[in-house]
């Protein structure tokens, strides 16, 4: 499932300007893919412990009149499933200790949505910290 994190514009350019000047900034580190395959690290902490999860995801690149518009997509099929599986977990021990048919409902989707949330919110920070550092490079 891929969804847009965000997008930036950058005024004043064409998309053929853009590349041929993102290809002479980082001609040794770029890889002809990079624009539609490249891994975002999200962190995340719980409990004081923090880990990153990995993203796959891709760069549009749009032409307007006003410049170019850049998307960038990720991938949140394993960080939706993480969520899903602390919902299901969470139930599961509620259902063995409480033996109560309620925290079976309502647990496991106040934990999916707090984890997808925070994730979401994590994304977006860092998201918009790439495409501002992208932005900035060519102004």
């Known amino acids: 499932m891929t969804v847009k994190a965000s997008e ?3 005024e004043n350019i064409s998309k053929d300007l853009f590349l041929t000047n993102w290809h002479q900034q980082d001609s040794d580190s770029l890889y002809k893919d990079f624009f ?9 902490k719980f409990k004081g ?7 796959k995801s891709k760069l549009v690149l749009e032409e307007n009149n006003k410049g170019v518009l850049i998307k960038l997509y990720s991938n949140i099929t394993k960080p939706l499933a993480f969520s899903l599986a ?13 033996f109560n048919i309620i925290f079976l409902i309502f647990i496991p989707i106040l934990l999916s949505f707090i984890f997808l949330a925070t994730f979401y919110w994590n994304t977006l920070k860092i ?12 102004i």
């Open 86 to 98: 602390i919902g299901v977990l969470s139930s599961l021990i509620s259902i063995i200790f409480y």
């Open 8 to 10: 930036i514009l950058i």
């Open 49 to 55: 412990s923090s880990a990153s999860i990995v993203l």
């Open 127 to 138: 998201s918009e910290k790439y495409l501002n550092k992208i932005k900035e490079n060519y």
């Open 36 to 44: 539609n395959n490249f891994s975002l690290k999200i962190p995340f």
